[in-house]
């Protein structure tokens, strides 16, 4: 006999109006003009866990803070999740970009709280179950021609004692970049599409994406190609719906192998470091930005002036360290890893190589955006490569500096520590 668990699912719209100004390309300076598909946030309840994830580009680790204290769970025991669509409004003050309403961004964490309360209300008797997709064969390493990728696909679906679904999570290593900076409506981009398809598939459920470790990985184009607002033919509507119905589908043919019915949470805190990238003095580099915007194109006079805004506003800072928190849940014999920021494949491959042997078999999902967003946390083998996510990124976010070497394997120490618990 197979145990049961408590389980629920619920899902809310949070689709705002035009003219919000929208996060996540610094070259997009025009607020939305309209709506493509709705964003959403999404929770399920198992146990005494829960899990919600919205539709943003990420969320602050503050409006995480309080959407946990809202829910009234044990510390630990809820994990706030972004799906990292570049699509939605700016959602975290000073990150990703200006012009933060707080009206949004009020209502997005009170959506989030309701979301648990609503999932958690509506638990009812239910069985897990755990397979793996299909490579759908979509994503590249952007930084590396033929580099790491995550090409996992974990699958958990939850359903009623009588079989019917209840909810249906999908995970997979992915940037949702499909659109580009020229879009200018709100979209889930691909994972809208996904959660779609799935549901089409499960009438009655509540499909869930978790986006994975997906720092370094899109669908080839390299992160530079979105200092751009020209229309590019591969980042389309169209193309976001084809890749999602790819995974959806890779998804819908995944096993279904029964879990039990223990269900355990632990959690870690830890502190993360910064360190200086820029080889000059972040003053000279101002001036540098101030001659070239001059007489740059718009979207590339847009990026300096970010720059140039961190240096007068941000680079003073002191570096202090940013407060990290990875979250596992165990349901019945299922691993589930949230990871804060904006984590590369191989870091995901690296954890769950240590926790299952091999990095595409095992029972674990590791994902990212959850807890917080700060940024880029790459392994350290990286930062001899620079570039945009090791170089570059933390002025779009808002820190004085890049995280140091060495930080992105402390969370992977933090998170297999948990499991040994």
């Known amino acids: 006999m197979i145990d049961l668990v408590q389980a629920g699912a619920a899902v809310i719209d949070v689709t705002p109006s035009a003219g919000l100004a929208m996060s996540g390309f610094a070259a997009r300076t025009s607020p939305a003009t309209g709506v493509h598909d709705p964003l959403t946030v999404r929770a399920v309840a198992v146990g005494e866990t829960a899990i919600v994830v919205a539709d943003a580009i990420g969320l602050h680790e503050d409006s995480c803070h309080r959407i946990r204290d809202r829910a009234g769970l044990a510390d630990g025991h809820l994990i706030v999740a972004a799906t990292h669509t570049h699509g939605g409004p700016v959602a975290m003050p000073g990150r990703l970009g200006p012009g933060l309403d707080p ?76 659109l580009g900076a020229d879009n200018t409506l709100f979209t889930a981009d691909y994972p809208g599409a996904v959660r779609r398809h799935l549901e089409a598939a499960h009438p009655g459920a509540v499909a869930i994406f978790l986006t994975g470790c997906t720092g370094d990985i899109n669908i080839g184009h390299p992160a530079h190609a979105s200092i751009s607002t020209a229309p590019q033919p591969d980042r389309t509507f169209a193309e976001a719906e084809r890749i999602g119905a790819r995974i959806a589908q890779s998804a819908l043919q995944a096993p279904e192998q ?52 961190w240096v007068e506003q941000i680079a003073p800072r002191p570096l202090a360290p940013w407060p990290a928190r990875v979250t596992l849940f165990d349901w019945g014999g299922a691993r589930l890893i949230g990871l804060p920021g904006e984590i590369f494949a191989q870091t995901g491959l690296d954890l769950r190589r240590a926790l299952d042997g091999d990095p595409l078999a095992g029972r674990t999902m590791t994902f990212g955006f959850a807890d917080g967003c700060p940024g880029y946390i ?32 402390r969370l992977v120490e933090a998170a297999i520590g948990r499991t040994r618990r």
Request: charged share 20%.
């Open 378 to 409: 790459p392994p350290a083998g990286e930062y001899r490569h620079g570039g945009y996510e090791v170089e570059e990124a933390h002025r779009y976010y808002g820190l004085p500096a890049a995280f140091a070497p060495g930080a992105a394997e």
């Open 103 to 178: 009206a949004w961004l009020q209502r997005l964490e009170d959506a989030c709280a309701q979301a648990v309360a609503e999932a958690r209300a509506a638990r009812r008797p239910a069985r897990l179950s755990f397979g793996l997709g299909a490579d759908p064969g979509i994503a590249r390493n952007r930084r590396h021609a033929g580099g790491p990728v995550d090409p996992a696909l974990p699958v958990l679906r939850i359903r009623e004692a009588g079989g019917a679904a209840i909810a249906v999570l999908a995970c997979h290593a992915l940037h949702p970049v499909v």
């Open 258 to 309: 029964p879990l039990g019915g223990d269900i355990r949470a632990a959690c870690a805190e830890l502190m993360l470091p910064l360190a200086r990238t820029e080889t000059e003095a972040p003053v000279v580099l101002a001036d540098a930005w101030r001659r070239e915007a001059a007489t740059a194109d718009p979207a590339r006079a847009a990026l300096l002036h970010c720059w140039i805004d």
